[in-house]
């Protein structure tokens, strides 16, 4: 009896362990399968146009993303008229759940064609702009209003020198700005100036290059219609695309839009 005793008490030990590792194994099994029951967000990156080295920041838009959500990418990149006929094609966009605008294509003057991808968005296709998609299609299309800055939510008619960008977060309560700096410094920098603010979007941050001398609105969230859009104007060099703290703040915006933030 007492070497019985004696045999539990030496292998107690080893038996708690083992059911310790056998619930952790079912607990990690559980937590993966509920990993893979997440459907992918399925996603369009458009990019292409002057200025700004596309070639590379398609790379690092897409591969930075995906490591920290689940995305599955498609991307098309061409001049302002490959991607006028892409994006005029029925239905370009259905088999996505978000497109993703890195692109500048600053002189379209063809109203209809803006009128028809804005359409796209208003129906309910989640969108993220970055960048100098705030300069693209609005420039010369008679009532502006109704067309891409109303999709934006913001309207830029420029931007301020090269030069790094101080960023305040304005909303650290959001969802989208959760855990990220009070403040933080992008390494270069093009600080588009923003004339107007639609009623439809929410500012969450705002950059300055001179110490705080003059503030730009820079991140912010948009409805339109029954699409959600981020937005940020961060963006021209790859030394700030490649920061941690962009592809943080550009997957959780993206992941906003499609709203699968959690």
Avoid at 34 to 48: C, M, N, Q, W
Avoid at 82 to 90: A, C, D, F, N
Avoid at 180 to 194: D, M, N, S, V
Wanted: net charge positive; charged share 25%; proline share 3%.
């Amino acid at each position: 009896m007492k070497s019985t005793l004696r045999t539990f008490v030496l292998l107690a030990p080893l038996l708690i362990l083992g059911i310790l590792f056998a619930v952790g194994g079912v607990g990690i099994a559980a937590k993966d399968q509920e990993e893979t029951k997440i459907k992918a967000v399925r996603a369009l990156l458009v990019t292409g146009g002057g200025y700004h080295d596309y070639k590379t920041q398609k790379k690092i838009l897409t591969e930075g993303i995906s490591k920290r959500a689940k995305v599955e990418w498609d991307v098309f990149m061409g001049d302002a008229k490959q991607t006028k006929e892409k994006l005029s094609e029925e239905g370009w966009a259905d088999d996505y759940d978000v497109i993703v605008y890195n692109l500048c294509h600053a002189h379209e003057t063809d109203g209809k064609f803006v009128e028809g991808l804005g359409k796209v968005h208003h129906d309910g296709k989640a969108a993220v702009v970055i960048h100098c998609s705030m300069h693209s299609y609005h420039w010369k299309i008679p009532g502006e209003t109704k067309h891409w800055p109303a999709l934006l939510g913001v309207t830029s008619p420029r931007h301020g020198r090269h030069a790094p960008i101080e960023v305040t977060n304005l909303a650290a309560d959001h969802p989208v700005m959760k855990g990220f700096p009070a403040k933080w410094k992008t390494p270069k920098g093009e600080l588009y100036h923003i004339k107007k603010v639609w009623p439809t979007a929410t500012i969450l941050a705002k950059g300055s290059i001179d110490g705080g001398k003059a503030f730009h609105d820079c991140v912010w969230l948009n409805e339109y219609g029954k699409g959600k859009v981020f937005g940020t104007t961060l963006g021209h060099h790859n030394e700030t695309m490649q920061e941690e703290v962009y592809l943080d703040l550009v997957a959780r915006g993206l992941l906003w839009a499609v709203g699968q933030l959690k």
